[in-house]
């Protein structure tokens, strides 16, 4: 009966979760080296989960002295910083030798608080490590999302490296996992072919959108706000946008390269949001590349921009282009789509359930600038077909929701800390 499933669902919430975010804390500023969407991920969801009831702390390691122990973020949800290692940014290389003291953190602050979490939910490897040390010691389920995968990342790319001790413990953790969500039935399809989970312990949650913030617009206005030309670009310029990390998996020469190859037909502007100083060695390396295929002056390296700032900058684009060597899910295209704008993405990964071709935009089957050159053309020389896809992408991105991924995860949670119970009863 209907409303006996509403019942369950209601009763099976947890009371307290603890979240896991060892490497990099949900509150930093987006398009870093390591800030993108799973800091996102964990930040909307930790706060929606908390305004259905649920009590949630976020662990992050310490990355700076000054950090206060205990920073609530949202009625019911607290970032607990915890020290491990040096209290100064480092390389996510040094960190798998912390994560049991970053446990130790953990389990410190529990103690003196006098908590008890039902489930652990941990995100990335390194917090699944650090997971798998307080979940048999609190004798209580543990979740993870692995947000990206190194196996699936060094098939996508050839050129990418990941170390081995990664590789192992990303082999070793996945079984020991009581649930692993991923974001597609795709890579639930990774995670049971190529490591060999069980199917039953992979549960497929998406990832959402703030449907509120990220919606359709005026574009001239977009613009206007912006004051693009401050930034070097002319106010009726054709405008593609890119967002992300700066990193070889994006794809961004790619797009470079799709842009010379335009540029030959039909004028076009980039605008690449994202990069920290850490990216600056990859930016330099993509601002040879332009400047080599004689587009510098067309390419746009705007640096990274607040989440708040990114609804007007999707309006104000004529195109997002998402030329990713994989995407585990790929919220950029997400957020672009919800804000009215077609997507030309790679069809990799999530990008592949969320992008639907011809409809909200188009999918690239291979990863060379000339496909991306050909539909980003189409697109450029017909406003009509635009728009229409444009409406089409926000139309179809009402099925993604934070709150509605919430409430899945919730429930997950929920059914996993009660098994949790009845096997510590048992
Ligand atoms: N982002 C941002 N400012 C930037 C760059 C990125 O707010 O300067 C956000 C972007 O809006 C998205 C997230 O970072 O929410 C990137 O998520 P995505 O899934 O596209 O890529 P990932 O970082 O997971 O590889």
Known sequence: MASDAGVRTATALPRRVAMLSMHTSPLAPLGGRETGGMNVYVREVAARLAALGVA????????????????????????????????????????????????????????????????????????????????????????????????????????????????????????????????????????????????????????????????????????????????????????????????????????????????????????????????????????????????????????????EALPDYYRAADVVVVPSFYESFGLVAVEAMASGVPVVASRVGGLASTVADGRTGYLIAWRCPEPFAEKLEVLLRNEQLRRALGAGAAERMRAYSWDAVAAAVGALLGALAVEGQTAASA
Do not use: C
């Open 56 to 307: 949630v702390d976020v662990f992050t390691r310490r990355a700076s002295v000054g950090e206060p122990e205990v920073t609530p973020f949202a009625p019911g949800a607290r970032l607990i910083t915890v020290t491990a290692g040096p209290k100064s940014r480092i390389k996510k290389e040094e960190m798998p030798e912390l994560t049991a003291t970053f446990a130790d953190g953990v389990e410190a602050f529990r103690a003196r608080e006098d908590l008890r979490y039902d489930v652990v939910y941990s995100h990335y490897w390194l917090s699944a490590a650090a997971g798998a040390v307080l979940a048999p010691r609190w004798g209580v389920p543990h979740a993870a999302m692995f947000h990206t995968l190194a196996e699936v990342k060094l098939r996508a790319r050839a050129s990418e490296s990941e170390p081995p001790v990664r590789i192992e413990a990303e082999r070793r953790l996945v079984q020991s996992l009581d649930r692993i969500v991923a974001a597609t039935e795709h890579e639930r399809r990774l995670l049971t072919q190529i490591y060999r989970v069980p199917a039953e312990r992979v549960a497929v949650i998406p990832l959402g959108v703030d449907l509120e913030q990220f919606t359709p617009g005026d574009q001239a206005e977009a613009r206007s706000r912006l004051h693009l030309e401050r930034q070097g670009i002319a106010p009726d310029a054709r405008l593609l946008l890119a967002v992300g990390r700066i990193e070889p998996l994006k794809g961004l020469d790619i797009l470079i390269r799709a842009v010379a190859q335009l540029n030959e037909r039909q004028p076009a502007v980039l605008a690449i949001i994202g990069g920290d100083d850490r990216a600056a060695a990859d930016v330099a390396k993509l601002s040879a590349l332009a400047e080599e295929l004689g587009v510098a002056e067309a390419v746009h390296f705007l640096g990274s921009r607040p989440h």
